[in-house]
C-alpha cells in the first residue's frame, strides 16, 4: 500500500470513529486528518491530526476544506457523515483539481438513497423493498412504521399501533412516510464498491441489539442470498465505495430492504473485525489502480459487542 494521507470527515460520529479505527488496524502508514464541525469529537484524539470545520453548506466549508487537502497533502476523502456527503459529492471536481480522491457517490445517487420515498419507487420493481408510501391510508393495517421521509439514523421512527398513535404522529410530524411493519431478524449488509461502481463483496450481520440506530450487539452471517440481493442493488444505485443497506424480515420470513446509507455505517468495525477492512481495501485499490490484483479476504462469522471507552482531555 502507498504511503498518503487520509482525511476522514464526521470525527464525531461512530462511522468516522470506525473509518480511522479501521485504517489505524491495517498496515496504513501516512497521516489520518479528521474534521468535524464540533470541537468535542471523540474521532479528533485518534487521529494525527485534525480540524474543526464549518457544516457542508455553510459559505465558508469549501475554502476551509481545501485549505486542509493543500496543507495536509490529502490524497484521499473518506466521508462518512451523512450531511458531509453531499459537500463533497457536490464539490468533487473541485477537490480532484487539489490533488485528493473522494471516496462518494454522485449527488443523483445520495439524493435516491436520502428519499426513502424515492429509494422505493426507485428499487421496489426490481428488488424486494418494504412497502413505502407518502399516504397511511394505502397500508390499512396496524402496526405500521412512520419515520421521516428523510431522515437519517432512528430519529423519530414511530412503530403505530392503533389510530390513536396515528392521530398523534400525523399531528406532530411532518414529511413523514409509512412502511410495512416487519417483525423479524433485521441486517445491515455493508457493500463495498470499487471506484468505477462495481461491487466486490458484501458482509452481512445480523443486529441483535442497537442503541439511537447504532448496532452495538452483532453477529456476522455470511448469507450468498443476501450478499448478491446487496450487491445488485449497489450496482443498480451506482454507488462508488462503501455503502450499507438494512434489512428486515417479514412475519413469514421475507427478507426486505429497508433503506440503503451511501457511506460507511456505524456498525462498519464489525465488518473490519470479522476480516474485511474496507477502508483498507478502498486504499490498496488506489494504490494498485483501482481493483487491480486485490485480494479478497477471508470473512469469520463473529459476534462483536461494542462499549463506552473515555477520552481525557487535559
Known sequence: MDTFNVLVPGAGGPAGINTIKSLRLSLFKGNIVSTDSNSLSAGFFLSDFYYVIPPYDDKFFVEKLLKIIKEQNIKVLMPSSGFDIYGYSLNYDLIVEYGAIPIVSRRKVLEICRDKLLSYKFLSNKFPFAFTCEY?????????????????????????????DLKYVLGKFKNMIFQEYLPGTEYTVDVLSDLTEKPIMAIPRIRIDTKAGISVKGKIKRDLMIENLCKKTAETLGIKGPCCIQLKESENGELKIIEINPRFGGGTIFTTLAGANFPAMLLEMISNNNNNNLIIPKVSEVTVLRYFEEIVIE
Open 136 to 164: 397511511h391510508e394505502k397500508i390499512d393495517t396496524f402496526p405500521l412504521i412512520a419515520k421521516p421521509r428523510f431522515g437519517k439514523g432512528s430519529n423519530n421512527i414511530i412503530k403505530i399501533e392503533n389510530k390513536l
